[in-house]
């Protein structure tokens, strides 16, 4: 049973377009919720999180909204590059840290000019 | 400041055998956890050790066993490979009871 659901699988955006990408959990008792982007041959990197007491957090180009009734949270990439072309996963878990990483299964970003 | 380093890069192994994954944590984590990425796929946990000791556990069977050294550095074993044991293979570190966590590059394994 998957228990964070992420889409599209890919997605492809014209640079300065703004990318979206949308996740779905089921267990209420997530209450941490970070994006990673996962470039070839890398591991994924945190790029921004998001705990359920604010509804949407911004760093740089990155937001992240969270809607907690419907168990949802997004990715915004606003004024997407081509450098931003790689791998996201959105992944929740109880509490920071200690507790394992529930991971989406990855959505394939492609900017283009 | 290094961040985890993993070794092997790469690594082939035929089915049947055994192999011996390794990682050293960011400077000043206390915490590994292993996770394998099928390709396509996104991580998924195997375990997590801290103080030495497996403390949490994902849906691995016992084939996959790990370790953690005195200096924080931690080795993944899998036993008895099977061509689906083929993947990524991911340390990443942490600080306990704290977040977020670092992941290294990964070790791809291949089962022939």
């Known amino acids: 049973q998957q228990q964070v659901k992420q889409s599209p699988q890919s997605l492809i955006v014209q640079k300065g377009g703004i990318s979206i990408i949308n996740c779905a959990y089921e267990?209420?008792?997530?209450?941490?919720f970070p994006w990673y982007q996962q470039f070839p041959g890398k591991g994924p990197a945190l790029l921004i999180a998001?705990?359920?007491?604010?509804s949407e957090k911004k760093e740089g180009r990155f937001t992240i909204s969270f809607n907690k009734s419907a168990k949802q949270f997004s990715l915004h990439i606003m004024d997407s590059q081509p450098g931003d072309s790689a791998t996201y996963f959105c992944a929740a878990s109880m509490t920071s840290g200690n507790t394992p990483l529930v991971f989406g299964k990855g959505t394939r970003l492609s900017v283009i000019a | 400041d290094a961040g985890v380093t993993q070794s092997p890069t790469h690594l082939i192994k035929t089915r049947g055998q055994q192999v011996t994954l390794r990682c050293s944590p960011k400077?000043?984590?206390?915490?590994v956890s292993w996770y394998q990425q099928a390709l396509g796929q996104g991580p998924q946990f195997i375990f997590q050790?801290?103080?030495?000791?497996?403390?949490q556990r994902g849906n691995f069977p016992d084939r996959f066993s790990g370790h953690q050294f005195p200096n924080y550095s931690s080795e993944l074993n899998v036993n008895a490979l099977l061509l689906g044991d083929s993947a990524l293979y991911l340390c990443a570190s942490s600080l306990f009871l704290d977040s977020p966590l670092h992941f290294g590059n990964g070790t791809r394994l291949t089962v022939t």
């Open positions: 050790y801290y103080e030495e000791e497996e403390r």
């Open positions: 267990n209420t008792a997530f209450d941490y």
């Open positions: 998001i705990r359920p007491d604010v």
């Open positions: 400077s000043g984590h206390d915490t």
